[in-house]
């Protein structure tokens, strides 16, 4: 989680929402879900940022990771929450300016960004902090348009 005041933006926490493996998908999915519900309650965010689901090479993980983005998103919007999607491409544009970069420049991009001494760990919280940061990025494209 970030926050931005005018022009600065700053690391209020960063982690990741695990599940038992061998649990069934749909608790698994309940579980993320209700984490997250209470971060939400903990860190009152004004928006949500979430990367597009890709297809890669294992379809079946794709789908569950899609099943549980669904189950969010139905939970943002039941909340009013906006939720905005960015594709991993999208990140690495607003981040790095090359929307191929490899993902430890995005990782060190991150690091500079919100002036941390390490890459955050694990790597899906680093990337959780790319899409904040690119969400920030994006807003404030908007709003200079606006203005």
Request: glycine share 4%.
């Amino acid at each position: 989680m970030i926050h931005q005041i005018d022009h600065e933006i700053k690391l209020i926490d960063c982690g990741v929402i695990t599940t038992e493996k061998d649990l069934p998908h749909n608790l698994r999915i309940k579980q993320t879900v209700e984490d997250l519900l209470e971060i939400i309650q903990e860190f009152q965010p004004q928006e949500i940022a979430i990367e597009e689901v890709f297809f890669s090479k294992n379809v079946t993980t794709a789908l569950k990771v899609a099943e549980c983005r669904g189950a969010i998103m139905y939970e943002m919007a039941k909340r009013g929450l906006p939720l905005s999607e960015y594709k991993p491409n999208q990140v690495k544009l607003n981040l790095c300016g090359y929307g191929a970069a490899p993902k430890i420049q995005v990782q060190k991009m991150v690091q500079l960004l919100l002036n941390l001494h390490q890459i955050p760990k694990p790597d899906d919280a680093a990337d959780a902090l790319a899409i904040a940061l690119s969400h920030a990025h994006f807003v404030k494209q908007k709003l200079n348009q606006l203005s």
